[in-house]
């Protein structure tokens, strides 16, 4: 039986060239996109489970090692207790200055004379005051600090003061102890 | 314009199809694929630093496993008595105490500052890489050569200290010396933290060994507690009496014999004379509060 319906419209258009051409290549930009997706996809998850299992075996291991470290932490305590005193005990020794040596030549200079005064100065600079009974006991004394001067055992001896009573002679000196 | 698109999408059905999954797929590879990607990344990143961080632990492991426990045990108590943990009075004391005795010296003043501390936190002293100081003032009489001797020997023992400063005045109508010594002393509080748990620990260096050989060869002047024997107060055990000791408390008294279980002749200890000598018992007066003592 003849249809009795007549169709007006055009059941194919005239389909332009360049929507053919832009079809060709959505299509051929969709599946290669698709591919890259898919295969992408299963990669990253083929990773994440493969590095997810070594990441739980590491992460376990860690605990393992963790533990063994708190086991030992009187030992670690202990350890950088004695670290931190050693790090201080250099810098005290360091910076320690040993007196005996001022002293020694203090009592080189003085000979058998009493020793009135002593202070210690800046940069190994030391002030005496030395009690004589004469003049030529005075004269010893400077001689003495001349010839240690000489022997390069002290350096810039000063006469600082000489006072004279009836009594005795006070001999204020100054001089730099050579290390 | 609907109609328009529906015409569209009728006649060019295969371009709208592969252009929804064009969108789609490229849809999935942004919000999907680059961030998992990104993150499988970050994941390989954070493996590479847990295995560092296992390397380094697995070394800490293996060091402390190495260290010997008892030895040291002994260099911390080496360490503890050239530099304590607190201001420990009673070694600096004792050490002081020590030297001048042991080189004929008596010590006629000593005076000692940053005894005490406020104890709130604003108050504490924060610690220096050599340790906190207490500055002790002592004034010593003796010999000079005994006082050089003095001097040399104490930076050489095991509470270090350092001489600051010196005056030396010679005592009227006496060859003796008067010697006005600034010293200071050390001590280190114990560390509050001991780092991170990751943190490598390295091993003492031979140069930290030769310092640490250094100090367990200066003598020691003081006893540290540990060895020392302590008595321990117990209590008196009393044995009460269940009868009077007496009939009657209110009696008079009558002297009764006392049986001497020594011959009358004993009975007066000798007391000998008691000499006070200025080198023997050094006498040491200190501005500490008893409160600060430790």
């Known amino acids: 039986m003849a249809s009795q319906n007549i ?87 360091s ?25 210690m100065g800046q940069k190994n600079s030391v002030s005496i ?51 | ?69 008892q030895e040291l045990e002994k260099y911390a108590s080496d360490m503890l008595a050239a530099v304590p943990a607190d201001r420990s009075l009673t070694t600096l004391l004792s050490t002081i105490d020590s030297l001048a005795v042991k080189h004929n010296l008596f010590i006629s003043d000593m005076s000692i500052e940053g005894v005490t501390s406020l104890a709130s936190r604003s108050g504490a002293v924060a610690i220096k890489a050599e340790g906190n100081s207490l500055i002790e003032t002592i004034s010593l009489q003796g010999e000079l050569l005994n006082l050089r001797n003095f001097l040399s020997d104490c930076i050489r023992v095991r509470r270090l200290m350092r001489v600051k400063d010196l ?47 250094t100090i367990q060869s200066f003598p020691m002047l003081f006893s540290m507690g540990s060895g020392a024997s302590v008595q321990s107060i117990t209590p008196v055990k009393t044995i009460l009496p269940t009868a009077p000791s007496v009939v009657d408390p209110f009696a008079p008294i009558r002297p009764r014999a006392i049986i001497s279980p020594t011959p009358m002749t004993t009975l007066l200890p000798s007391v000998s004379p008691i000499r006070l000598s200025p080198t023997s018992t050094p006498r040491a007066t200190s501005s500490a509060s008893p409160e600060g003592l430790r």
């Open chain 1, 129 to 179: 005051t030395v009690s004589v009974a004469s003049l030529t006991d005075a004269t010893r004394v400077l001689a003495t600090l001349m010839d240690m001067e000489k022997k390069k055992e002290i350096s810039n001896p000063i006469l600082q003061s000489f006072s004279m009573d009836e009594k005795k002679i006070q001999i204020g000196l100054t001089y730099t102890v050579v290390l």
């Open chain 1, 95 to 119: 910076t320690q200055v040993s007196y005996a040596p001022f002293i020694d030549t203090t009592i080189k200079v003085l000979q058998s004379f009493s020793l009135s005064s002593f202070s």
């Open chain 1, 7 to 93: 169709n007006l419209f055009q059941t194919k258009s005239t389909i332009q060239p360049l929507l053919e051409l832009i079809e060709q290549y959505v299509r051929i930009a969709s599946m290669s996109l698709l591919a890259f997706v898919l295969t992408g996809g299963i990669m990253v998850s083929a990773a994440f489970y493969i590095f997810g299992q070594q990441r739980d075996a590491m992460e376990k291991d860690r605990q393992l090692l963790l533990q063994q470290v708190k086991d030992n932490v009187s030992k670690e305590s202990l350890f950088l207790m004695v670290r931190a005193r050693i790090a201080a005990g250099e810098k005290i020794l």
């Open chain 2, 1 to 69: 314009m609907k109609l328009k698109i529906r015409r569209f999408i009728r006649l060019h059905k295969h371009l709208a199809l592969y252009g929804a999954v064009f969108i789609v797929t490229l849809i999935a590879l942004i919000v999907g694929l680059i961030p998992a990607i990104s993150k499988s990344v970050k994941l390989v990143s954070d493996l590479r630093t847990m295995q560092d961080d296992i390397n380094r632990i697995q070394t800490k492991v293996s060091m402390l496993q190495n260290l010997n426990q």
């Open chain 2, 167 to 213: 005056v030396l005045t010679s005592m009227p109508k006496s060859n003796l010396i008067t010697a006005k010594l600034t010293v200071e002393v050390f001590y280190l509080p114990f560390p509050q933290t001991i780092g991170k748990i990751s943190d490598v620990i390295e091993p003492f260096s031979q140069k930290e060994m030769t310092t640490l050989a």
